[in-house]
């Protein structure tokens, strides 16, 4: 099989689909592997290393040429053209906030198969779980920034010091990506609430934290009243497939303290407060009464080279099945990789993709 490697389009963002060693690996097992050149630079691949493993190097025409394409984030509008129905498309899709993107992959008749809604036995989404790793420990770092005097925040120090009250961080989600916050967060200093709807998520965390991190059943009031004290709030509330909840309200925005910071990582789900749009490493915040919304689509890409790495590790088995049984086979043999496919033969086929696009 042909397998096209494409250079990431979407803003400041350097990571690639494969590293020289997933080409080594495709290419042992008799299939092309197709780089365009210099997708791999800001990961810190250049193009020899993939030349170096057997990969040839090409145009974005060549790459979206072939039979499958691994790539990191979703097509952006100028790639739409190179969809096709005879191309099975492996990458991030977040069809749930995307229905253009949708409507493109319907009318193009093209196989995608999406990162984030593959499953693993034991119960989770592997192919999201990094990137919400890293997007987790990100979150917190680039809140503790926005709230310093030099960035246009209230001039807070995250956790505080002798005498002085650490800040409030609250993580709305106790997932992935919020633990990986809350770990971050309570490293950092800072006293930390997390609200989930899942008893035993919260139970974790006071088994780990001996109680020093404060756990909240998540629901409307409970989460009007953390934020009136809140100076950081964490969204990474997930119903895989699905657009986000929107479970924070202007009007809890509002009652927040002036200078806050908001950092919506479910945004490439559409967001969990009623204020999220979509923002990009070049532009990251907009405000929204006396609150600072970070609301970037694409945070990994600002740690390419742990990301790419982190990713291409999970992803990799997945693309050498689909390169070796081919689409068809791959999907029926697998069922954790079937529940990736959300579009196919001019259909959207995810039920909860569906249910988000009112479909
Ligand atoms: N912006 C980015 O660059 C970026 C990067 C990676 C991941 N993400 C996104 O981060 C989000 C979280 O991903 P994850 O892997 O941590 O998901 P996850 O499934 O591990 O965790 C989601 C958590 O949300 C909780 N939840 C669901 N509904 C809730 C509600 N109403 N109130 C409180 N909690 C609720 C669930 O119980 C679960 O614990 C996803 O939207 C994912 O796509 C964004």
């Known amino acids: 099989m042909r397998i096209g490697i494409p250079t990431e389009l979407k803003d400041n963002e350097r990571r690639v689909g494969m590293i020289p060693d997933g080409v080594a690996q495709l290419v042992k097992h008799g299939h092309e ?13 250049l193009d020899v290393d993939y030349v170096s493993r057997g990969a040839t190097i090409g145009t974005q025409k060549d790459v979206w040429d072939c039979d499958l394409v691994v790539k990191v984030k979703e097509p952006i509008e100028s790639e739409y053209p190179f969809l096709r129905e005879d191309l099975v498309l492996f990458c991030y899709l977040h069809l749930a906030a995307e229905p253009e993107l949708t409507r493109a992959l319907v009318d193009a008749g093209t196989t995608a198969i999406a990162f984030e809604t593959v499953t693993s036995a034991r119960g989770d989404l592997p192919l999201l779980t990094p990137m919400s790793e890293i997007a987790g420990r990100l979150s917190v770092q680039t809140g503790a920034q926005l709230l310093t005097a030099p960035a246009g925040g209230p001039g807070m120090l995250l956790g505080g010091i002798a005498g002085v009250a650490p800040v409030n961080v609250t993580v709305v989600g106790g997932g992935v990506a919020g633990a990986q916050a809350v770990d971050v967060a309570v490293g950092l200093g800072a006293q930390v609430t997390v609200l989930d709807i899942n008893t035993a998520t919260l139970r974790a ?23 009136r004290r809140s100076h950081l709030v964490i969204g990474s509330v997930l119903v895989p497939g699905a657009k986000a909840p929107k479970v924070v309200t202007e009007e809890h925005l509002r009652s927040m303290p002036e200078g806050a910071v908001v950092v919506d990582i479910a945004i490439d789900q ?90």
């Open 270 to 359: 559409g967001g969990c407060t009623a204020a999220s749009q979509p923002t990009s490493h070049s532009n990251p915040i907009f405000s929204f009464g006396p609150v600072t919304m970070y609301c970037v689509t694409n945070m990994p890409g600002a740690a390419p080279k742990t990301a790419t790495i982190a990713l291409a590790n999970e992803t990799l088995p997945f693309v050498v099945q689909l390169a070796n049984q081919g689409a068809e086979q791959a999907l029926q043999n697998n069922i954790h990789l079937k529940a990736g496919l959300n579009v196919a033969q001019h259909e959207v086929v995810h039920e909860a993709v569906k249910d988000a696009l009112g479909l």
């Open 33 to 45: 592997v197709v780089i365009q050149s210099g997708a791999g630079e800001g990961s810190g691949y």
């Open 205 to 227: 965390f006071n088994q780990r934290y001996e109680g020093k991190v404060r756990t909240i059943a998540s629901t409307p009031d409970n989460i009007a009243e953390e934020l």
